[in-house]
C-alpha cells in the first residue's frame, strides 16, 4: 500500500514539507552520481553507524537526507506527502519544521540504543517520517487516505481510514522490531525497524507538547 494523499483541505501550501521533499532528492540524485566505491564511502561518512567506534552525533541529523536506492527514497517521499501537507497545515510551518528534526534525531537514537554493535550506516528519513504519522494519526484519525494498492497484477486505488492504515503499519514496524531482539547485526544491514518504532512514538509524545493550531484539528484529536 502506498498512500497517495488526504482528504482533509488545506489552508496553506505544503511549503516546508515540499523544501524536506526537495532536499531529500537532490542529495539523493547526488549519491547518485557518484562512483560506487565514493557513494558507498559518503554513506558510510553521513550515515548512523551505532557502533561506539564509529558513531558521531552529527550523523543523526544527516542520514536523515540520505537515502539506500530508488524503492527507499520513492517511498519514503509518498509518505511524507501523503501526511505532512496537514500536518504541517495544523502546526504551522516554524513548529513543524522543528518537530520534523528533533522527531528524526529521537528516532536515530532509539534506532543506536537498540543496535549499539550495528556496522553498516543507517540512512533515510523513514524515522522523521514515521513521527509525521504518529503525530498525524491521533490528530486526523476520522482523515481518509487516497491509498494506491497492488493486487498481483493489477493496480486499484480506495480510500482507507488515516487511523487503520497507520495502526497496522505501526504494529508490523513493532512486530518485526521486536523479532530482531537478541539477533547479531553487527555486520548485517536490514530496515531500521526501532527508528521506525522509536520516531513514531516520539512523533505522539511531540505532537502533545508542541501542539496544534488548527482549531478543527483540535476538537477531533483523539484523547489518549
Known amino acids: 500500500m502506498f498512500p497517495l494523499r488526504d482528504d482533509r483541505p488545506h489552508s496553506s501550501p505544503p511549503v516546508v514539507t515540499l523544501v524536506l521533499i526537495a532536499l531529500n532528492v537532490l542529495v539523493f540524485i547526488f ?12 554513506i558510510a561518512t553521513w550515515g548512523i553507524i551505532p557502533d561506539r567506534e564509529y558513531f558521531r552525533p552529527i550523523t543523526l541529523v544527516t542520514s536523515m537526507f540520505l537515502h ?7 517511498s519514503n517521499m509518498m509518505f511524507l506527502w501523503a501526511f505532512g501537507r496537514s500536518l504541517e497545515d495544523g502546526m504551522g510551518r516554524a ?11 529521537a528516532a536515530g537514537l532509539t534506532q543506536v540504543f537498540f543496535n549499539p554493535d550495528l556496522r553498516v550506516p543507517t540512512v533515510g528519513a523513514s524515522g522523521a517520517i514515521a513521527a509525521v504519522m504518529g503525530a498525524y494519526m491521533i490528530t ?30 505501526f504494529l508490523t514496524q513493532l512486530f518485526n522490531g521486536v523479532g530482531t531482539i537478541g539477533y547479531s547485526h553487527v555486520s548485517q544491514g536490514g530496515t531500521a525497524w526501532f527508528a521506525h518504532i ?7 509524545v511531540a505532537i502533545k507538547l508542541l501542539g496544534i493550531d488548527d482549531v478543527n484539528a483540535r476538537r477531533r484529536r483523539v484523547t489518549w
Open 31 to 42: 549519491e547518485m552520481l557518484l562512483a560506487p566505491s565514493t557513494r558507498n564511502a559518503f
Open 95 to 105: 513548529k513543524y519544521l522543528l518537530f520534523y528534526m528533533l522527531c528524526g534525531v
Open 140 to 169: 486526523y484519525p476520522r482523515a481518509y487516505i487516497h491509498t494506491l494498492i497492488f493486487i498481483f497484477v493489477f493496480v486499484t486505488t480506495t480510500d482507507i481510514p488515516a487511523v487503520f492504515i497507520l495502526g497496522y503499519w
Open 68 to 74: 539506500g536506492g530508488w524503492m527507499h527514497i520513492i
Open 198 to 204: 522509536g520516531g513514531f512514538l516520539a512523533g505522539i
